[in-house]
């Protein structure tokens, strides 16, 4: 899953979540994918999930904060919208600090499923 905002030159936000699998399993993978937003939205988060989003995110910090393109694209965020640089690095302090509640707010916000594009790329048939 990828994620990108934007302040200037109006808010905004883009949300992309990918996957590979052979192309008779599409369909079945979709309908889990909304499947798993809808439960995301509405159903109680157990601790165990809260938890492994909280690990899964820090060690993506972690791989991540080693790479320049992370640093440059964080420096140039933070320039262009008028934030502190050093903010970045407190990622994982505010990663470990996500509730239910916050996850299940950004959800409903952000994974709207009356609004999406599907693209869905198969192999050209020889």
Same mark, same amino acid.
């Given at each position: 899953?990828?994620?990108a905002s934007d302040k200037?030159?109006?808010p905004a936000y883009a949300l992309s979540i990918d996957f590979s699998c052979a192309p008779e399993r599409t369909e079945d993978l979709v309908k889990r994918l909304f499947l *798993?937003?809808?439960r995301m939205r509405m159903? *109680? #988060?157990s601790e165990s999930y809260i938890r492994g989003v909280r690990e899964a995110l820090v060690r @993506?910090? *972690?791989t991540d904060s080693h790479e320049n393109r992370w640093a440059v694209a964080r420096i140039t965020d933070a320039y262009e919208?008028?934030?502190d640089i050093r903010e970045a690095i407190k990622e994982p302090e505010i990663d470990r600090t #996500?509730?239910?509640a916050m996850i @299940? *707010?950004?959800?409903r916000m952000y994974l709207d499923t009356r609004n999406y594009v599907r693209v869905t790329l198969v192999p050209e048939k020889k």
């Open positions: 899953m990828t994620t200037v030159p109006k *798993e937003i809808s159903d *109680e #988060l @993506q910090f *972690e919208n008028g934030d #996500l509730s239910a @299940q *707010e950004a959800a």
